[in-house]
T-cell receptor, first 112, second 115 residues
């Protein structure tokens, strides 16, 4: 079945460091891919998405490129801030209108 | 942007009682809403898909008689945890699908604690 695998956390970085959170997926067909962020005590917020191969989603300095050849959707940010500390979830939707399948989440902690 | 609300945000109840959680899409109509459950430091697990005007579709292992879902309008779905027990304590999150944008928006979640 469909699944999402994220790198294990926690990830601890200093402010202004480069961030990569790896995400790979298994799915039939052409899923849509998402990154969600969950700040402490809050619900999930859509960070970015990509709906077809080679699409790049970007938002708030974060980027992720839909790589079908490697079935990956790695999240990157060139310079993290303390305010980026949160849990990041990679997710996929295999068909329009279906529920999301989430990875286990990666906790990011950024210190000043 | 699109907003999905949940009420209550936090509830504490005694074992054996029932708790209703509401999920509302505030600025769009949602024919489909989803209910997830999140255990501490774990990912979200889909419980059921709620379709307006029809019965919900439950995931394997989720008791439909315990977790009652009603989607009576295009902006409201409710999840009722019946005869709650301490093992039902969890973070319940709903999402609503904006069909026009083909995007799901998540509610802020409801923290249920059963004593």
């Amino acid at each position: 079945g469909n699944s999402v695998t994220q790198m294990e956390g926690p990830v601890t970085l200093s402010e202004e460091a480069f961030l990569t959170i790896n995400c790979t997926y298994t799915a039939t067909g052409y899923p849509s891919l998402f990154w969600y962020v969950q700040y402490p005590g809050e619900g999930l917020q859509l960070l970015l998405k990509a709906t077809k191969a080679d699409d790049k989603g970007s938002n708030k300095g974060f980027e992720a490129t839909y790589r079908k050849e490697t079935t990956s959707f790695h999240l990157e940010k060139g310079s993290v801030q303390v305010s980026d500390s949160a849990v990041y979830f990679c997710a996929l939707s295999d068909q329009a209108g279906t529920a999301l399948i989430f990875g286990k989440g990666t906790t990011l902690s950024v210190s000043s | 942007g699109a907003v999905v609300s949940q009420h209550p945000s936090r509830v504490i109840c005694k074992s054996g009682t029932s708790v209703k959680i509401e999920c509302r899409s505030l600025d769009f109509q949602a024919t489909t809403m989803f209910w997830y459950r999140q255990f501490p430091k774990q990912s979200l697990m889909l419980m059921a898909t709620s379709n307006e005007g029809s019965k919900a579709t439950y995931e394997q292992g989720v008791e439909k008689d315990k977790f009652l879902i009603n989607h009576a309008s295009l902006t409201l779905s409710t999840l009722t945890v019946t005869s709650a027990h301490p093992e039902d304590s969890s973070f319940y999150i709903c999402s609503a699908r904006d069909q026009g944008k083909n995007t799901q928006y998540f509610g802020p979640g409801t923290r249920l604690t059963v004593l």
